[in-house]
Every structure is written in structure tokens, then in C-alpha cells.
């Protein structure tokens, strides 16, 4: 089967996030797929970056990581969405993003192309699935197939969000179970797409 391309396009203030989007990257590429990891403009005002010493240490250990354009978009068969939850919704900085992208839905650029989401929130009930929900209205909008985990692998028993990868920053660092989880669910998303672009080819 001829690979797919997947784009895992993430925002992460404190690293949490951009962790899952490494294992969602990894997983990606374990099925075969061309894979591009990449992390969405940063739009906070340097003052609060620089009030949390996590943060601005973040923006430096992740300064080699491209920074997502409409480019990576067109290219990719399949995208995954990485971001915190803030308040029950995606993060500011991936929603300027995708607010960037009329031009390729214009076009029907962004249709018939698989889409799924991760997340990470402080606290259990933070809004991890209203998140990912929220980014399922634009992949809707946008004509795409959304592929989520559901309880399709035993790993998922485990995590328990059958929406999407998430992760308690509460708890800690990412768990092997979340990591897991990402890999997991990139996986089934370059499976998907490339059972896609074989029956589109035939």
C-alpha cells in the first residue's frame, strides 16, 4: 500500500502536549506513513511566557521544531490536532491557526482528508473532551473523515478517552499509558487514510 503523508500539528505551552505529539508522530511513522511534526505559532505576549520559567524553557527546547503552515496541510492525507484545553475549548494559538486556513477550505483543500485530536488538561474533568469535540466542528466544516480511537485497542481500556489521546498534567508528566495512547491513535489514523487513498486509487 502506498504510504500516506500525516501532519501532526500541536500547540504546547509546558511541553505536555508537545510529548503526546512526539508519540502521535512516532506511532504515525510506525505505520508507515511520511509523518511532519509540527508546533503552531506561539501568540502569548512575552510578559506571561516569561512569569512561568516552564514556559519560556519550553519555547527553547522546542525552537528546532517547525512551525505549521497551510503547506503542511495540503500536503498531509491525515492531521492530527494536539492542544490543552483551556476552559473546555482548544488553546488560542491552534485556533489562530486553523483560523488561517478559509483559503484551502475555499478551495475544498481541507475535504475528504482524515482528522483526529489529542489533548492534556489539568485536572480530570477539565474539559478534555469538549476540547476535542470543539475541534471536531471544524473538521466538520471542513468536509473531513474524523477517525478517533473509540475502544479499539486494549490500550484505550487503559486511558479511557475514547475521543482522543489525553493526558492529567496534574499527575505528572505524560504516563506510558498516555504515550501509548498517542501512538495508538496516529497509528489507526495513518491505517485509515491509507485504506482511503487505496480505494480512491482503485
Same mark, same amino acid.
Given at each position: 500500500?502506498?504510504?500516506?503523508?500525516?501532519?501532526?500539528?500541536?500547540?504546547?505551552?509546558?511541553?505536555?502536549?508537545?510529548?503526546?505529539?512526539?508519540?502521535?508522530?512516532?506511532?504515525?511513522? +510506525?505505520?508507515?506513513?511520511?509523518? %511532519?511534526?509540527? +508546533?503552531?505559532?506561539?501568540?502569548?505576549?512575552?510578559?506571561?511566557?516569561?512569569?512561568?520559567?516552564?514556559?519560556? /524553557?519550553?519555547?527553547?527546547?522546542?525552537?528546532?521544531?517547525?512551525?505549521?503552515?497551510?503547506?503542511?496541510?495540503?500536503?498531509?492525507?491525515?492531521?492530527?490536532?494536539?492542544?490543552?484545553?483551556?476552559? !473546555?475549548?482548544?488553546?488560542?494559538?491552534?485556533?489562530?491557526?486553523?483560523?488561517?486556513? !478559509?483559503?484551502?477550505?475555499?478551495?475544498? %483543500?481541507?475535504?475528504? +482528508?482524515?482528522?483526529?485530536?489529542?489533548?492534556?488538561?489539568?485536572?480530570?474533568?477539565?474539559?478534555?473532551?469538549?476540547?476535542?469535540? #470543539?475541534?471536531?466542528?471544524?473538521?466538520?466544516?471542513?468536509?473531513?473523515?474524523?477517525?478517533?480511537?473509540?475502544?479499539?485497542?486494549?490500550? /484505550?481500556?487503559?486511558?479511557?478517552?475514547?475521543?482522543? #489521546?489525553?493526558?492529567?498534567?496534574?499527575?505528572?508528566?505524560?504516563?506510558?499509558?498516555?504515550?501509548?495512547?498517542? %501512538?495508538?491513535?496516529? %497509528?489507526?489514523?495513518?491505517?485509515?487514510?491509507?485504506?482511503? +487513498?487505496?480505494?480512491?486509487?482503485?
Amino acid at each position: 500500500m502506498e504510504p500516506v503523508n500525516v501532519a501532526v500539528i500541536y500547540y504546547s505551552a509546558t511541553g505536555t502536549v508537545h510529548a503526546l505529539a512526539q508519540a502521535a508522530a512516532e506511532g504515525a511513522e +510506525k505505520a508507515g506513513a511520511h509523518v %511532519r511534526l509540527r +508546533k503552531v505559532a506561539e501568540t502569548a505576549p512575552p510578559e506571561a511566557i516569561s512569569a512561568r520559567p516552564e514556559w519560556a /524553557q519550553h519555547l527553547r527546547d522546542t525552537a528546532d521544531v517547525a512551525e505549521a503552515a497551510l503547506d503542511d496541510l495540503d500536503w498531509a492525507d491525515a492531521v492530527v490536532f494536539g492542544t490543552p484545553t483551556r476552559f !473546555g475549548n482548544p488553546a488560542g494559538p491552534l485556533r489562530a491557526f486553523i483560523d488561517t486556513t !478559509g483559503p484551502l477550505w475555499f478551495q475544498g %483543500r481541507l475535504a475528504d +482528508k482524515v482528522y483526529s485530536a489529542f489533548t492534556a488538561s489539568n485536572t480530570a474533568h477539565g474539559g478534555q473532551e469538549s476540547t476535542i469535540l #470543539a475541534l471536531g466542528n471544524t473538521f466538520y466544516h471542513w468536509g473531513g473523515i474524523i477517525v478517533p480511537p473509540g475502544y479499539t485497542d486494549p490500550v /484505550q481500556f487503559q486511558s479511557g478517552n475514547p475521543y482522543g #489521546a489525553s493526558h492529567v498534567t496534574g499527575d505528572g508528566p505524560p504516563s506510558d499509558v498516555s504515550l501509548e495512547a498517542a %501512538r495508538y491513535q496516529a %497509528r489507526r489514523v495513518a491505517d485509515v487514510a491509507a485504506l482511503l +487513498k487505496a480505494g480512491r486509487a482503485a
